[in-house]
C-alpha cells in the first residue's frame, strides 16, 4: 500500500447520549461490525519528547487485538482530521511493549475506553466512551462522513479535531487534575462536569 493510500480521514463528534447515536444507526440500517469492547492504549514517546514535539503518535493498543499504530502529518478541514496513518496487529502486546521501550521510547499516556463500531454507507462509525466523555468517530472520504453526519442527525454535534489525549490535557487542566493516565480509575472520583 502507497502511503497517499494510508490517510485517515474522520470527524470527531460530541455525543453525550450514545443511545440516541444507536438508535440512529439502527433506524438507518447501520450494521453492527464490532460489539462494545475495551481498549487499552499505550502511547510512547522519546525521553525528550520529540515525537510529541512533531505531532507523531506511536501507540500500542489492546482490545480484542493487539495493534501498533504510528501517525503523523495531521490537517483539519471543516473538522475533518486528515492525516497519514500505519497500522499493524501484532502477535503479543506485551512483548511489542518491551521492543519499545528497548528501543528507548517510554510510555508517556496510558488511556482507556470502550468503542463500539458500526458500518454505514461505506463510512465506519465509532461510539467511544471515555473516562470524561462519549464521543462518535466517523471514518471515511469527506463526502461520505458529511452524508453520514446529517443522515444520522448530527449536525449539531460539536467538532472536535482535537485526539482523545489533547482533549484529555485539555480536561486535566479545566478540572485541574493532577493525573498522568486517562484510565477509569483515575476518573472514579472526579465529577466531570459539561466540559464541551
Not at 468503542?115 to 461510539?127: F, P, S
Amino acid at each position: 500500500m502507497k502511503d497517499d493510500e494510508r490517510q485517515e480521514v474522520e470527524v470527531k463528534l460530541h455525543t453525550p447520549d450514545l443511545s440516541k447515536i444507536r438508535d440512529a444507526l439502527e433506524a438507518a440500517g447501520a450494521t453492527l461490525t464490532k460489539p462494545r469492547v475495551f481498549e487499552r492504549n499505550l502511547r510512547y514517546d522519546s525521553a525528550d519528547g520529540s515525537l510529541k514535539t512533531a505531532g507523531v503518535v506511536l501507540r500500542l493498543r489492546q482490545d480484542e487485538a493487539a495493534k501498533l499504530t504510528y501517525k503523523a502529518d495531521s490537517s483539519v478541514e471543516s473538522g475533518i482530521v486528515s492525516r497519514f496513518e500505519a497500522e499493524v496487529e501484532v502477535s503479543d502486546f506485551e512483548t511489542m511493549d518491551v521492543i519499545l521501550r528497548r528501543l528507548g521510547y517510554k510510555v508517556a499516556l496510558i488511556y482507556e475506553k470502550y468503542r463500539t463500531t458500526y458500518e454505514l454507507d461505506g463510512a465506519e462509525i465509532v461510539l467511544d466512551e471515555l473516562p470524561y466523555g462519549n464521543f462518535t468517530e466517523i471514518e471515511g472520504d469527506a463526502a461520505t462522513i458529511e452524508r453520514v453526519v446529517e443522515r444520522l442527525g448530527l449536525g449539531g454535534c460539536r467538532r472536535m479535531p482535537g485526539s482523545y489525549v489533547d482533549i484529555f490535557a485539555d480536561v486535566k487542566a479545566r478540572l485541574g487534575l493532577d493525573v498522568r493516565d486517562c484510565t477509569f480509575e483515575a476518573f472514579e472520583d472526579v465529577e466531570v462536569v459539561e466540559l464541551f
